[in-house]
């Protein structure tokens, strides 16, 4: 799989990354950060444990860097998701969640098939 199709494939914006890096070669090392990085989890617990505040920091947290990855669709679902946890509405935040949930693991295989 190439870059171009693993962002085809997760509804990103692939121009937008290699006008942001340059180069394609390194999206990976980029990928591998933020598939690194505990936001998502952060995410599951708030959710979990009824937790706003931890949930909307792990949420807006997400958004933000799944838009720095130009991950289009991840970022949408993370600022809708965001929006509800900012208003304090965890029923609406767990709504949307499941999308999210699906979103996030469609990346997250997409960029393994990517590496492999």
Known sequence: MTAKEFYDKIGGNYNEIIGRLMSEDIIPKFCDIFFENDCYQQLLDGMNEKNVDKAFRAAHTLKGISANMAF?????????????????????????????????EKAESAYEELKN
């Open 72 to 104: 289009t669709q991840l970022t949408l679902i993370s600022s809708a998701i965001t929006e509800c946890l900012r208003a304090g509405d965890m029923d609406g935040a767990s709504i949307i969640f499941p999308k999210l949930k699906r979103e996030y």
